[in-house]
């Protein structure tokens, strides 16, 4: 039974060696990749690139503070000059659009199927 239990202690030391050594190397691998994102970060802030601001996105001219967006799109950005849809080339269906509005806004009004009597 001694043995056993010194076979048995043994074995933990061991195991507990593996342990450690593989903490050392988890620990070795995060300074590494700590670093590297140091360094990255370095680079980064070094080269910062200047934002261009907003433009048209058809004349490419500065926006100023009023841009105008479209429902065609709403990421693209336009001028005064562009702001209408026959100006840029709108694929939004603004006739469709404004049907559908008036056929939700006014409902249609019918007489009472039942006449009154007096």
């Known amino acids: 039974m001694i043995i056993i239990n010194m076979d048995f202690k ?7 060696n593996e342990k450690e050594e593989l903490v050392e190397i988890q620990e070795k691998e995060t300074i590494k990749d700590n670093n ?16 261009k601001g907003d433009r048209c996105f058809i004349c490419n001219k500065k926006v100023g503070l ?16 562009h ?12 006739i469709k659009d404004a049907k559908v ?8 009004i ?8 007096k």
């Open 66 to 81: 009023v841009t105008f967006t479209c429902k065609c799109s709403s990421i693209n950005l336009y001028c005064s000059k």
């Open 110 to 117: 019918e007489n009472s199927k039942l006449d009154i009597i």
């Open 10 to 16: 043994i074995k933990n030391k061991k195991d507990n």
């Open 36 to 51: 590297i994102k140091r360094s990255e970060s370095r680079k980064k802030s070094k080269k910062k690139k200047k934002k």
């Open 83 to 94: 702001r209408m849809p026959e100006s840029h080339s709108c694929t939004y269906d603004w």
């Open 101 to 108: 509005k008036l056929i939700k806004e006014n409902p249609i």
